[in-house]
């Protein structure tokens, strides 16, 4: 089967850096998604991992090990545009786009 | 905005009811997504076309059903429906018949509450 594991919910301060773990076992790998998704509004997305390693993407970054099924994302100089809930994806195999995603964990950021 | 439109926005209907939702891609974009989202169950992937045909299954239901026409739309069809099919689904669109690395584009929702 398939699981995606995030934390429910996460408060940290504006202007702060705050890290968002995910862990996965899935059948086959063939990347990693992070999108943010504001409360009633659709997910949009923010990063891909296929490679293990930091990608950087202006204040945010995401990392993956696929020897450990671990990925994070990092938020950096926090606003508070940034409280929203953060979703992990997974796409189990190449050529079949069985996404997988986790239950995001919700963000709020404190003045 | 990310080009991708659903209608309608909002649906009200009855247990035991059939409808519709209607997604049109981003301009170029062959791949359709149907997700669902509950508050209890997150977004669950329902099902995916490329360019007219079936790519991949999620968990959807037999009471679900969907296609894509010839101009790239996609519909799905909900029937019978139960209270639990409540939620809010989402279509989404990407230029690739494959996941690598291609992001997904989600329109606005649809919100369906079966009363």
């Known amino acids: 089967g398939q699981n995606i594991d995030q934390p429910t919910e996460m408060t940290a301060t504006e202007g702060a850096i705050v890290q968002i773990n995910c862990t996965y076992q899935?059948?086959?790998?063939?990347?990693l998604f992070w999108y943010q998704q504001h409360a009633g509004e659709a997910p949009t997305f923010l990063s891909y991992n296929v490679l293990d390693g930091l990608e950087e993407k202006g204040r945010f970054s995401s990392f993956l090990s696929r020897s450990k099924g671990y990925s994070y994302l990092l938020l950096k100089e926090l606003q508070m545009k940034d409280s929203a809930s953060y979703l992990c994806?997974?796409?189990?195999?190449?050529?079949?786009?069985?996404?997988?995603f986790g239950s995001g964990t919700k963000l709020n950021v404190k003045p | 905005d990310s080009g991708v439109t659903q209608t309608p926005k909002h649906l009200i209907t009855a247990t035991g009811q059939r409808v519709t939702l209607r997604c049109s891609p981003r301009s170029g974009d062959l791949s359709v997504y149907w997700y669902q989202q509950s508050l209890d169950q997150g977004l669950q992937f329902l099902i995916q076309y490329y360019n007219g045909e079936e790519r991949a299954k999620g968990n959807i239901l037999e009471r679900f059903s969907a296609q894509q026409f010839p101009d790239l739309h996609s519909e799905l069809n909900l029937s019978s429906l139960e209270l639990g099919d409540s939620a809010l689904y989402f279509c989404a669109s990407s230029p690739s018949g494959t996941s690598g690395g291609y992001e997904q584009y989600f329109g606005p929702g649809t919100r369906l509450t079966v009363t």
């Open positions: 899935t059948s086959g790998f063939n990347g």
């Open positions: 994806a997974v796409s189990p195999q190449y050529n079949f786009n069985k996404f997988y």
